[in-house]
Nanobody, 126 residues
């Protein structure tokens, strides 16, 4: 069973930045895809960004140009750099992964991922 542990959440003012980290219990080079999702109160969990085994990335339109996904294989860590944060970015952010390689149209879909972290809260005030 893969374990994922997120950290780096917190409270920031609009326009600020945060970097989320997700440490995996095994070498992430084994995973076909890793991704970040978020869930705001009363809303469905939505995909934010995904990264493939080859380093290719998929980013949601709502955060494109502001959020960057990356990974460090040696550290078994996935990152999400979030710049120019907005109040609508407030949510619990989850790390997810799967051994399979995901087709491009499914990379930001929740059901494409098998393993999930416990989430980290991000709150952006105006």
């Amino acid at each position: 069973q893969v374990q994922l542990v997120e950290s780096g959440g917190g409270s920031v003012q609009a326009g600020g930045s945060l970097t989320l980290s997700c440490v995996a219990s095994e070498y992430i080079s084994r995973f076909g895809h890793m991704g970040w999702f978020r869930q705001a109160p009363g809303k469905e969990r939505e995909g934010v960004a995904a990264i493939g085994i080859d380093g290719s990335t998929t980013v949601a339109d709502s955060v494109k140009g502001r959020f960057t996904i990356s990974k460090d294989i040696a550290k078994k860590t996935l990152y999400l750099l979030m710049n120019d944060l907005k109040p609508e970015d407030t949510a619990v952010y989850y790390c997810a992964t799967t051994y399979a390689s995901i087709s491009s149209w499914r990379r930001l879909l929740r059901d494409a991922y098998k393993f999930w972290g416990q989430g980290t809260q991000v709150t952006v005030s105006s």
